[in-house]
């Protein structure tokens, strides 16, 4: 009896889940974009989001990384599993870089 | 550290630098042959010493300290293991290289635990940064224990041996897209120490990141790397060692000579044989043979480096 309610709760999380991401970007809060640091890669490498919403970069590599773009923001030096957060208040192109490892790039661009 | 206009002296010196590694945990150099006997390039009893015996100095790079990922747990214990290895050496050589990210996140206690152990090595330390040297938010560690003398960024030279040592940063200013990074002013400065120099006098290089490009894809060069390499050019020995990739990897171009140590704390993988070059998980009974043994020959004048590698263990 436990084992088919466990199912039938995963089918309900499914379909929730589902729907969840058929929801057009627009009505996603607006604060709450992830970009993941994987095998040296932001990932997305390229978003594109609206005025206001909060980005956030979480670095998963076993190596320290930071996240800067040239008098914007830049974060701390993130260990493995450290989060860094920035709001885009103004409209444009953000070009960013970890200064550790500079061949990793990305582009925020914000309209 | 003597002076360095001493032009003309020891034109027809000869010389044979050795390089030899034990145990692989770091690169022990040896220079024999014909020791400069003039004038204030090194005091007269490193002089003697180094006429009778040649004399050996050692490299070790990217000990990690802090480091305890899977790659390895305990990155401080191997840097033991190595400096272990140093102090049981038959023969005391003249002094150690390190050539960069001594702690992996340039906390003070991580420092603190790097020199306590490096220095039971008994040994002097002629140290460059690597970018994980130079994480503190006030980028003050480093330069308070390992900058004093320096120039710039902590760039810095001296001589031994009758061999000219030059040891850069190229691990600041980093430019999105971009390698590591030495800059107008360290060019400058590195002109001028240069400048006078008998193109006879054996030339050492060391930095943290390689000055030549073995895989831009990775970071692994420096931008501006050439336009130091060119003012070394027409210099009969010039031996460039580096760090900052966690394997040994050699060039051989004209009468240049590239190497790169292994760490003591991990390894990294070939370039291009993984999708990042991050830290090498490999079996914990590998991790001391990818922590090091390799055996060095350099002769001056031969444009052949032989590299022989021996596991730790095994």
Redesign the interface.
Known sequence: MKTLNRRDFGVDFGLALAAAVLLPVTTARADDIEVHID???FQPAELKIKVGTTVTWTNR????HTVVS?GKFRS??L??DDKFSFTFTNAGDY???C?????M?GMIKVE | MSGHDHGDDGVSRRKVLECMTWAGTGVLWTITGGVPRSLGIIDSAQAATAAASGMTFLQISDSHVGFD???NPNALGTLEEAINKITAMPAKPSFMIHTGDIT???KAAEFDNADRIISQSKLDVHYVPG??DF?D?EVKFYRERYGRGTKGQGWYSFDAGGVHFIGLVNVID??????GNLGAEQLAWLEDDLRGKSKSTPIVLFAHIPLWTVY????WGTEDGARALEQVKGFGSVTVLNGHIHQVMQKVEGNVTFHTARSTAFPQPAPGAA?????MKVEDAKLRAMLGVASINFKQNEQRLAIIDTPLQG
């Not at chain 1, 590599?61 to 320290?64: A, F, K």
């Not at chain 2, 831009?216 to 970071?219: I, K, L, M, R, T």
Request: proline share 15%; no cysteine.
């Open positions: 095998n040296f890669v590599d076993d190596i320290p040239a701390k030096t260990d493995t070009k960013y870089f200064s550790l490892h500079p061949q790039t | 990922k899977p790659a992996h996140l340039s970018e994980h994480l938010e980093l430019k999105a897209g971009g390698l831009p894809e990775w970071g999708p990042s070059p991050g830290p």
